[in-house]
């Protein structure tokens, strides 16, 4: 199996920043990447797929990018209901381990 | 717009059966490519179990195979999960989501768009 590896497991930032999270595949995966958000107690909810497609109904500032093995999600300003935990997942397979979002 | 429940037993006694069964409304379970069972145990991350396909074509996380089935019921319009010789380690948030596919570089890829809420099985005596 592809294993997937986010980076940073965790940050802080505050309303406004701009964030960046990274996704490293083991091995090449072309753009067969998606983006997800979970917020606590919910299900998770499809922000990006196919690497760089915003989902419908996903506001702008959510941006995906990369191919091959090294992908990443941006959120271009931070928004109060944006801090959650985030996952990439390799098409239907693996999912990373996490990436956390909090309020600094 | 899909709309995906689970249901079944909260709690299941170690080396039971889990089974739970996922009721898709709003839409025919024909509109997914594949529908999946994704887990989630107490504060870790998302954890694939396996999927089935329209035409009834599974596929199962290595980990967990030997003690996995999932089933398609299109007259019901839902599908369902069986884990059997269960043990703590699969207490978990149980999620089933519809999955949908795209045709990128020379084959196809998926994503999952729609989920349903979740349920809490524990597995304890």
């Known amino acids: 199996d592809v294993q997937m590896t986010q980076s940073p497991p965790s940050l802080s930032a505050s309303v406004g920043d701009r964030v960046t999270i990274t996704c490293r595949a083991s091995?090449?995966?072309?753009?067969?990447l998606n983006w997800y958000q979970q917020k606590p107690g919910k299900a998770p909810k499809l922000l990006i797929f196919?690497?760089?497609s915003l989902q419908s109904g996903v506001p702008s500032r959510f941006s995906g990018s990369g191919s091959g093995t090294d992908f990443t999600l941006t959120i271009s300003s931070l928004q109060p209901e944006d801090f959650a935990t985030y996952y990439c997942?390799?098409?239907?397979?693996?999912f990373g381990q996490g990436t956390k979002v909090a309020i600094k | 717009q899909v709309q995906l429940q689970e249901s079944g037993p909260g709690l299941v006694k170690p080396s039971g059966t889990l089974s739970l069964t996922c009721a898709v409304s709003g839409g025919s379970i024909s509109s997914g490519k594949w529908w999946t069972w994704v887990r989630q145990a107490p504060g870790k991350g998302l954890e694939r179990i396996g999927e089935?396909?329209?035409?009834?074509?599974?596929n199962y996380n290595p980990s967990l195979k030997s003690r996995v089935t999932i089933s398609l019921d299109k007259s019901r319009n839902q599908f369902s999960l069986k884990v059997t010789s269960v043990t703590a380690a699969d207490t978990a948030v149980y999620f089933c989501?519809?999955?949908?596919?795209?045709?990128?570089?020379?084959?196809?890829?998926?994503?999952?768009?729609?989920w349903g809420q979740g349920t809490l099985v524990t597995v304890s005596s």
């Open positions: 091995q090449t995966i072309s753009n067969y």
């Open positions: 196919a690497a760089s």
């Open positions: 997942q390799h098409s239907k397979w693996m």
């Open positions: 089935i396909s329209y035409s009834g074509y599974t």
């Open positions: 989501a519809r999955v949908l596919d795209y045709y990128g570089s020379g084959s196809y890829g998926y994503y999952l768009d729609s």
